[in-house]
């Protein structure tokens, strides 16, 4: 009696082990074909500048320092084609 107990238990861990292997085989498959997806996908396509503004000027003397002080700003936007 005690062997065959010992024995049932023993593929009972053993069952549980193959089935925790096989959820985590799928798991990884399923994200790994989610992945090629995206990134096929995004190969597809290619993103192209929209539109380019360029800010310049100077400010008033600052308070700390009496030189004029200059600011540039470009700022582009991206769309997909």
Not at 28 to 52: D, Q
């Amino acid at each position: 009696m005690k062997f065959r107990t010992a024995k049932i238990l023993r593929a009972r861990k053993n069952a549980r082990r193959r089935i925790r292997i096989t959820e985590r085989a799928i798991q990884a498959l399923i994200i790994g074909l989610a992945l090629v997806l995206v990134l096929l996908a995004g190969c597809s396509y290619r993103m192209v500048p929209n539109e380019t503004k360029i800010e310049y000027g100077t400010t008033e003397t600052d308070a700390k320092n009496s030189k004029l002080q200059e600011k540039k700003f470009i700022t582009q936007t991206w769309k997909w084609k």
